[in-house]
């Protein structure tokens, strides 16, 4: 079966990481450690995909710019003593090799910074299998479309080739604003009412069915 995309671009958190439950944890850890009001963990988790200036200003407002720093120095801290014990989820490596063999090009775009995300390919033996990344450093945060506009700008992709793929209406979203396909998956960040109404090609509860439909039907 001729192939439908050429690129497929995944979000990392919560997509290919399973790093949902450690973020919560980062971000609540250091908003108790800096002294700001406690948020729940739904609240903490509703905001993974943006970037962290962009996720601060969601959870908290216009706080003192020494108050925001101090959170992200605060989270940065908690983040990366644990980035080491982060596993991706079952089968995503071996899916991605796969992929790559099977002539697709293949990106991240992720709300993480430049450093994390290449510690984060490092550490799951990844970063060979990526034609290109963009990051939150080099971009503007989701759902703007500049990420998904670079990626395919730099591997010559047209917009109906390409297909993103992502946990949150974020991902979604920048896929939507630039103009191409997506697919959800509930066992990130967010459920499947967040971001259902964005139109995904379609939607998977369990990494295993992503990976089926992705090498019958991509």
């Known amino acids: 079966m001729p192939k439908k995309f050429d690129l497929i671009v995944w979000d990392w958190d919560g997509t290919l990481a399973d790093s949902t439950g450690m973020i919560v944890n980062a971000i609540l850890k250091a908003a108790e450690q800096v002294g700001l009001p406690a948020i729940t963990r739904e609240a903490a988790s509703s905001i993974i995909g943006l970037g962290l200036r962009e996720s601060i200003q969601a959870l908290y407002g216009d706080i003192p710019a020494t108050q925001a720093q101090a959170l992200a120095a605060q989270y940065n801290a908690n983040y990366y003593a644990e980035e080491g014990e982060i596993l ?8 991605i090799v796969e992929l790559n063999k099977r002539g697709f090009k293949l990106a991240v775009a992720t709300g993480k910074g430049r450093r994390g995300l290449n510690l984060a390919l490092e550490h799951a033996g990844l970063t060979r299998q990526f034609h290109a990344t963009r990051t939150v450093d080099e971009c503007f945060s989701k759902p703007h ?5 670079e990626l395919m700008d730099h591997l010559v992709v047209l917009p109906e080739r390409t297909l993103m793929i992502g946990d949150t209406s974020y991902d979604l979203q920048m896929a939507k604003n630039a103009g191409v396909s997506a697919v959800g998956v509930t066992y990130g960040a967010q459920p499947a009412e967040h ?3 964005l139109d995904p090609v379609a939607q998977f509860d369990a990494f295993s069915d992503l990976r089926q439909w992705l090498l019958e039907h991509a």
């Open 195 to 197: 971001w259902q109404h």
């Open 145 to 149: 479309p500049q990420m998904l506009d």
């Open 88 to 95: 991706l989820f079952s089968g995503a490596a071996d899916t």
